[in-house]
């Protein structure tokens, strides 16, 4: 009989990183509150978890993140405010991440890497299977790339990564995985990956995404793993060690997702994220579009 695997609820949301790529903007304001079009980009990856039936959310901040809080919090002065104007569809967008999922926080404290933070979520996910959600990475709701993750864990156990095939040029900005095919054809066995390869090292073209669900035996790997790559304790790094040796907490399985992406990590990609949302927008699209034609035309 196969075994049978609990399904998760929770979702750990990494947001101590210091957006050093964004300054001077990320100087005093969170890179995860940057607005992609109108709402930040923290607030699209907690409707994805929440889309994906995680309502358990686990943020996982440092210093100068309280906005972060402050955004998931109610305002009760801006609310009244809008109340009192009758303005109910502005209302309604202020009150929405507030209802959004029920959300805890956790300091990282010493930034050391994402698998350190991770690692600063065992004491709230215990031993259950869990998500983790990097805010760099917009996944579009029309593609449920989490919600087929969470399928294949339960098929299969263990840990599942998210997969994308990129151009081999471009793999040593990733994660990259070592495959085998499976039955199913989205789905991919992972017998080893390495952070951040040269083209010449890398052992595929499949990059690794920010999405992952977790067998919670990642925390006992974690807490054995050296300082990898940039003096950091890396994810990938113990998820290669759990590929190497399934008994310690069970296989580690790729979904390989071909949906829309958005990257907001790098400055080019997130204008780019932006142009494409906001010419997806019913209310903002049609104007939107037009203007950008003719500004291309004129520019080129």
Not at 172 to 196: F, I, M, N, P, S
């Amino acid at each position: 009989m196969m075994k049978a695997h609990p399904r998760i609820s929770k979702a750990v949301i990494p947001a101590a990183g210091l957006g050093t790529r964004f300054l001077p903007a990320t100087k005093a304001t969170p890179k995860e509150m940057l607005p992609v079009v109108d709402k930040p980009a923290i607030q699209y990856v907690v409707e994805e978890a929440v889309q994906a039936c995680l309502r358990d959310v686990l943020m996982v901040t440092g210093r100068n993140k309280r906005p972060l809080e402050d955004h998931f919090d109610r305002n009760y002065e801006l609310e009244n405010a809008l109340e009192r104007k009758g303005d109910n569809d502005r209302l309604a967008r202020v009150q929405e991440p507030t209802d959004l999922a029920t959300i805890h926080y956790v300091r990282q404290g010493d930034p050391r890497g994402l698998g350190h933070a991770v690692l600063c979520a065992a004491p709230h996910v215990g031993d259950e299977p869990f998500a983790v959600l990097l805010g760099d990475d917009l996944i579009d709701p029309r593609d449920p790339l989490l919600a087929r993750m969470i399928d294949v864990q339960a098929e299969y156990g263990g840990s599942v990564v998210a997969l994308m095939e990129v151009d081999p040029a471009q793999i040593h900005l990733y994660g990259c995985a070592a495959v085998d095919v499976t039955k199913d054809a989205d789905v991919v066995r992972v017998t080893g990956l390495v952070e951040k390869p040269e083209p010449s090292d890398a052992p595929s073209a499949y990059a690794v995404i920010g999405r992952y669900v977790l067998d919670p035996g990642i925390f006992e790997v974690l807490r054995h793993t050296p300082p990898g790559r940039g003096g950091e304790i890396q994810l990938t790094d113990a998820l290669q060690r759990l590929a190497a040796d399934e008994g310690t907490a069970g296989p580690v399985h790729g979904v390989v997702f071909k949906g829309r992406r958005y990257d907001t990590g790098d400055r080019g990609d997130y204008l780019r994220a932006i142009v494409r949302l906001a010419c997806e927008r019913e209310d903002l699209g049609p104007d939107f579009r037009s203007w950008l034609r003719r500004f291309v035309a004129e520019e080129m």
